[in-house]
């Protein structure tokens, strides 16, 4: 009854589900979005416990969809939902592979695990007896998994690029601490999109959701003129304004290569220091801690370890795990502190920050509680940075 785009990968699928739909619904459709921040139905948003819904919640999810007269379904679609089999029974009309990198391998064990749960849509999206037609699969072929992803489907395939490798390639691109502007190629025409985002893994979300809507027969000029009013996603590279005469950010960036995008992206944009807050979460991939802690250090100026969601975990021992690798990146002339409190470390940062700075406060995005031991609590990283930059 209706379209359905599943986006898949470690990095970027939210953003990417939200630019799709915001595609689709300038060209009059009314879009339907499952995933990590919320569920919408038209411009309606309801709560989501999960990125990807149990597949008895997901089918109901589905059915209200249709009941309101959605057109199109653009869904996160997690590594978790294609092993324990919570999208059985959906036909995915598009499927698409942002990036692949370490995550979750506390559920999968092993990374070719956790690629061939990935895979699964993209077998899922040209399997034998389905009912519909104008199938196709967008995949980032540069991800040194792209290829891997491409065997695994005999759908038509669109390829994005920044290094001219692709079906659908950027290359110019200018980047601001606000925007971004470069130009598009594709069918041999090229195209300029200005976008009030900036980040080159923006660029690349913008690939993935020009080449799903391009497969939706949307054309490309249609596609640029929607592309210039979306604005970025809570908690996705936020920025925090109170007159302040430096920067803060809020960003979900919870993996390596999360936190070392929207690092790059402060480097490219920065004027003074970068100040990093994060910590990891309780009960997850362990082995993924020393790694950022690393990556915080190797571009950070000041770097605060604090709490995430220690969950059942001792946050103090988690800090301890991070701690290894910040004192392994250190560069002369940075420094790091542990502040266990998150709020407190907000609160610092803030303190501390000086004009030209870049606070960076990464790891929860959107999230507006705090899992502990024995209770959840709110907490919000953009209230907490408003409330310290208030203070000051």
């Known amino acids: 009854s209706m379209r359905m785009i599943g986006v898949t990968g470690t990095n970027g699928k939210t953003t990417t589900t939200h630019m799709i739909r915001h595609i689709l619904k300038a060209q009059g459709h009314k879009v339907g979005v499952i995933g990590t921040v919320h569920i919408m139905i038209g411009d309606t948003t309801y709560p989501i416990h999960n990125t990807t819904p149990d597949v008895v919640d997901l089918q109901h999810i589905l059915h ?10 653009v869904m996160e679609v997690s590594s978790h939902a294609l092993a324990l089999g919570r999208v059985s029974g959906v036909e995915y009309d598009t499927a698409v592979f942002t990036n692949l ?4 391998l506390d559920f999968h064990k092993t990374f070719e695990n956790y690629l061939a749960a990935k895979c699964k849509l993209f077998e899922q999206v040209s399997a034998p007896n389905q009912t519909k037609s104008g199938k196709g699969a967008i995949i980032n072929i540069d991800d040194e998994y792209g290829h891997r992803v491409i065997e695994k489907t005999t759908a038509p395939i669109i390829t994005y690029s920044i290094d001219g490798k692709g079906t659908l390639n950027a290359h110019d691109v200018e980047m601001t601490p606000k925007s971004s502007r470069y130009t598009v190629s594709y069918d041999g025409h090229d195209y300029t999109v200005a976008m009030n985002t900036t980040g080159l893994f923006n660029v690349y979300n913008t690939l993935a959701a020009i080449g799903a809507c391009l497969l939706e027969g949307i054309s490309m000029e249609d596609i640029d003129k929607a592309l210039k009013t979306f604005s ?6 936020e920025l925090i304004e109170e007159g302040q005469p430096f920067a ?9 290569d999360g936190l070392e995008n929207i690092l790059q992206t402060a480097k490219a944009i920065q004027e003074n220091r970068i100040i990093v807050v994060f910590g990891c979460g309780g009960d997850r991939d362990a082995t993924k801690r020393p790694i950022m802690g690393r990556i915080a250090a190797q571009y950070g100026d000041v770097v605060y370890v604090t709490s995430d969601n220690p969950r059942t975990e001792d ?23 542990v502040i266990v409190d998150r709020r407190e470390a907000i609160q610092h940062a803030i303190q501390n920050a000086k004009p030209g700075d870049i606070v960076l406060i990464a790891g929860k995005g959107h999230e507006d509680y705090q899992i502990l031991k024995d209770k959840t609590i709110h907490f919000d990283d953009r209230e907490e940075a408003r409330a310290a930059l208030k203070e000051i």
């Open 64 to 73: 209200q969809m249709v009941e309101e007269g959605v057109t199109h379904c």
């Open 101 to 104: 990198t370490q995550d979750h």
């Open 232 to 237: 970025a996603v809570p908690g996705r590279f």
């Open 248 to 256: 803060v950010v809020v960003d979900y960036a919870h993996t390596p």
């Open 315 to 337: 946050p103090v021992q988690i800090v301890k795990d991070v701690e290894v690798g910040v004192k392994e990146g250190l560069r002369e002339g940075s420094h790091y502190e």
